[in-house]
């Protein structure tokens, strides 16, 4: 099967129904395990990428977070959330088809605070230099959650001495 030209086809009809160029095919042992095209437009959703729909999916049948062992196929380069969720779910491997650079003069996608051209630059910045307003109020009650996640999933994780953070 041909995976790339299956990303690239799912992304067509996405546009040809209305919505946004974006498609995410995830394939093993040569089988498509889940896809999806960008769903933003169509549900007023703007987490609704098409990584992380096809990620939810292909999670969701095989009962874990980790995709081990698959190949993901998306039309462009990874946004940053959609980033950060490739990285979580460790794919084998993500092949992207176009560059920001490839597809700029045909899309835009402006927003009060995402530009293409300086979403990047942004995200790298400390937060308190960004250009969405951030706000810190250190809450010790927060760090609490964490102790106790840490108390009933992995004490002796970080147990003295275990190397754990």
């Known amino acids: 099967m041909d995976f790339v030209q299956r990303t690239v086809d799912l992304a067509r009809r996405n546009v040809e129904e209305g919505g946004r160029p974006f498609a ?15 769903q933003v437009a ?13 990620i939810r999916k ?4 095989l009962g874990t977070e980790h995709l081990t062992g698959a190949t993901i196929y998306v ?13 979580y779910c460790s794919p084998d491997e993500v092949v992207f088809l176009t560059t920001r650079d490839d597809y700029a ?21 400390d937060w308190d230099e960004r250009r969405l307003p951030m706000r810190y109020q250190p809450e010790d009650a927060a760090i609490d959650v964490y102790r106790l996640w840490m ?6 994780r970080f147990a003295p001495g275990s190397g754990g953070s």
């Open 24 to 38: 995410t095919v995830i394939a093993r042992d040569g089988e498509v395990l889940a896809e999806s095209a960008n």
């Open 151 to 156: 108390q009933r999933n992995a004490p002796e």
């Open 105 to 125: 003069r045909y899309y835009v996608d402006d927003r009060k605070y995402f530009e293409l051209n300086t979403f990047y630059d942004e995200f790298a910045k």
């Open 75 to 87: 039309l462009a380069h990874p946004c940053p959330m959609c980033l950060g969720s490739l990285y």
């Open 42 to 54: 169509q549900t007023h959703d703007p987490t609704a990428h098409a990584e992380i729909l096809a």
């Open 58 to 61: 292909a999670c969701t049948k």
